[in-house]
């Protein structure tokens, strides 16, 4: 395992540059609504779009019910 530091999409490719990998695998989120679509299904579309490699996407199981970006928001700042 290794921790890398910067902007996720370029150093997802400079690890694949670096390690000589034959395979990226990457993963969908449970995430809904135009703010999780955007921020994790943008990074999944750019690694499929600028891949010289196999991706593997592995999907994400269903959405929790009664999830919202509300109730998202609520949990992660505390408010009641």
């Known amino acids: 395992m290794r921790l890398r ?3 996720v999409i ?3 490719f400079e690890e694949v540059r ?4 034959d395979l990226i ?3 969908t989120s449970q995430a809904r ?4 679509h955007y921020i ?14 196999p991706v593997l996407v592995a ?4 959405p929790k019910a009664g999830r919202t970006l509300w109730k998202a928001f609520k949990g992660l700042f505390g408010a009641r």
Do not use: F
Not at 18 to 21: E, Q
Not at 40 to 53: E, F, K
């Open 5 to 7: 530091h910067g902007i």
């Open 10 to 12: 370029d150093q997802v």
């Open 18 to 21: 670096a390690g000589d990998y």
């Open 25 to 27: 695998v990457t993963g």
């Open 33 to 36: 609504g135009l703010l999780g």
């Open 40 to 53: 994790m299904g943008d990074l999944t579309r750019s690694i499929l779009n600028r891949a010289n490699v």
């Open 59 to 62: 999907r994400a199981g269903p």
